[in-house]
């Protein structure tokens, strides 16, 4: 069974444009959430998406957004980029809505610029 | 206001000794712990869990100890092997601020020396 995957793996940006990260789950999984790894914050929660609609989120600013389609695949896209926003962000799947065991992807290493 | 703490940066211990990694916590609402463990260039992978009504659950070499009352878990390895060296996150599970939220720690970074 193949796992989370995350495209793109590396991406370069600079402020003021936005992106947009793709997850695919693991097959069969339906929650997908993000985070946002740095050096100094460790992985912070983003928020977790199950059919469709988003079910929890952290405490970031409304720049940070995400989607999921009925495929559960998952968008994250940040707009306005800043500086701090440059980060590893990962993706996790798991089976439903707040299960416990969660998969990770490589991640998306984003550079602002 | 970071709520779980892994406040050990970096350990290395001997191939065939004892790893010890430790967690704190400060949120009362906090109902399931886990560990991770991650690769560079990869994504953490679940390592074991334990949930706040149990205070020890065990997998192969992998022990975790929960203590309620210090708000405290701890990760034992036994015994430690090369391959055991990675970054080890704790987290924890629970209601924070209305939503149902994952907090991890900071990481442990882990060196077993042959």
């Known amino acids: 069974k193949a796992g989370v995957t995350q495209t793109p793996r590396y991406l370069i940006k600079t402020r003021g444009q936005q992106v947009t990260l793709s997850c695919s789950p693991i097959?069969?999984?339906?929650?997908v959430s993000w985070y946002q790894q740095t050096p100094g914050q460790g992985l912070q929660f983003l928020f977790e998406?199950?059919?469709?609609?988003?079910?929890n989120k952290g405490n970031f600013p409304g720049r940070f957004s995400g989607r999921q389609f009925s495929n559960s695949r998952s968008e994250m896209n940040v707009s306005t980029l800043e500086l701090g926003d440059s980060a590893l962000y990962l993706c996790?799947?798991?089976?439903?809505?707040?299960?416990?065991?969660?998969?990770f992807g490589p991640g998306t290493r984003l550079t602002v610029l | 206001d970071q709520q779980v703490k892994q406040n050990s940066p970096s350990l290395s211990v001997q191939e065939g000794r004892i790893s010890i990694l430790n967690c704190d916590y400060t949120?009362?609402?906090?109902?399931?712990f886990l560990w991770y463990k991650k690769y560079p260039a990869e994504g953490p992978t679940f390592l074991i869990s334990i949930s706040s009504i149990k205070d020890k659950n065990e997998d192969g070499r992998f022990t975790v100890f929960l203590n309620k009352s210090a708000k405290h878990l701890s990760l034992h390895i036994v015994p430690s092997q090369p391959g055991d060296s990675a970054v080890y996150f704790c987290?924890?599970?629970?209601?924070?601020?209305?939503?149902?939220?994952?907090?991890f720690g900071t990481g442990t970074k882990l060196q077993v020396i042959p």
């Open positions: 097959s069969g999984h339906r929650s």
């Open positions: 987290a924890a599970k629970g209601l924070s601020g209305g939503y149902q939220k994952v907090t």
């Open positions: 949120n009362s609402m906090f109902d399931y």
């Open positions: 996790a799947s798991s089976l439903a809505q707040g299960h416990n065991e969660q998969f």
């Open positions: 998406y199950f059919s469709e609609t988003q079910r």
